[in-house]
């Protein structure tokens, strides 16, 4: 009734290629102040703080108010080229940048499932 549902070989819309993005840092380091912007966030825990709120709920919506930080990774990126040896590795272990894929596999960022793996080799081989 509705035919072969699967995809076939040649008309795959995705490859097993994966080429990362390489970016060339500045060789000036942004302002701190420039690698976010907090202003939702900030917005938002001073409503938190002001409700009457109990504690531990007060303390779960403002972790959940701090995931409106915006990122600007490309300035992250300038930052971290010219930080610390220190302040670069803790930036890894946070993933503000990711250096090479297997630190991302050894801070947990990248999982490969053998099931999936698997499952993909019988689907579409190698």
């Not at 840092?25 to 917005?43: A, C, G, M, S, V």
């Not at 504690?55 to 610390?84: C, G, P, Q, W």
């Not at 297997?102 to 793996?117: F, H, N, P, S, W």
């Amino acid at each position: 009734m509705f035919g072969n549902l699967e995809p076939q070989k040649e008309e795959r819309k995705y490859t097993t290629k994966i080429e990362s993005p390489i970016y060339e840092p500045k060789n000036q380091k942004p302002h701190i102040l420039e690698l976010y912007d907090n202003q939702k966030t900030r917005r938002l825990i001073r409503e938190i703080d002001q409700s009457s709120l109990p504690t531990e709920e007060k303390m779960f919506l403002v972790d959940a108010a701090r995931r409106h930080t915006i990122f600007n990774y490309e300035k992250i990126a300038d930052y971290y080229a010219n930080a610390s040896p220190e302040m670069q590795s803790l930036m890894e272990k946070s993933a503000l940048v990711i250096i090479d894929f297997e630190k991302a596999i050894e801070y947990g960022y990248v999982k490969m499932c053998d099931d999936i793996r698997t499952q993909y080799l019988e689907e579409y081989g190698d």
